[in-house]
């Protein structure tokens, strides 16, 4: 069993910053690779960020590329997503997810992929 928990969410003005954290308990973090998601009322959930195992690979969705940067440190067992220039439309309950994979160099940004998922964060980003 892995435990997935997000931390770091607010109240943020446009233009701001802000750095999520997501703790994973349990061993063996590097098996997993990572990804972070985010869903508003009436909205399917939606792929933000994720990274690989070795956290050598990233991808991110088109509307936060370049404003986003996911990160992971292994040794802490800890996730980041560190958001930039934040928008009005970044306001979203953010949800980190693992991935079991027996590959070092893949990031995945389907959510079949991800097995474990935590209880999300609240950003809210203001005019």
């Known amino acids: 069993q892995v435990d997935l928990t997000e931390s770091g969410g607010g109240l943020v003005p446009t233009g701001g910053s802000l750095r999520l954290s997501c703790a994973v308990s349990g061993n063996y973090f590097t098996n997993y690779a990572m990804g972070w998601y985010r869903q508003t009322p009436g909205k399917e959930r939606e792929f933000v960020a994720a990274i690989s195992r070795s956290g050598s690979v990233s991808r991110y969705a088109d509307s936060v590329k370049g404003r986003f940067t996911i990160s992971r440190d292994n040794a802490k067992s800890t996730l980041l997503l560190q958001m930039s220039s934040l928008k009005l439309e970044d306001t979203a309950v953010y949800s980190c997810?693992?991935?079991?994979?027996?590959?070092?160099?893949?990031?995945?940004?389907?959510?079949?992929?991800?097995?474990?998922w935590g209880q999300g964060t609240q950003v809210t980003v203001s005019s």
């Open positions: 997810a693992a991935a079991p994979t027996m590959y070092d160099t893949r990031a995945y940004n389907r959510e079949v992929d991800y097995t474990y």
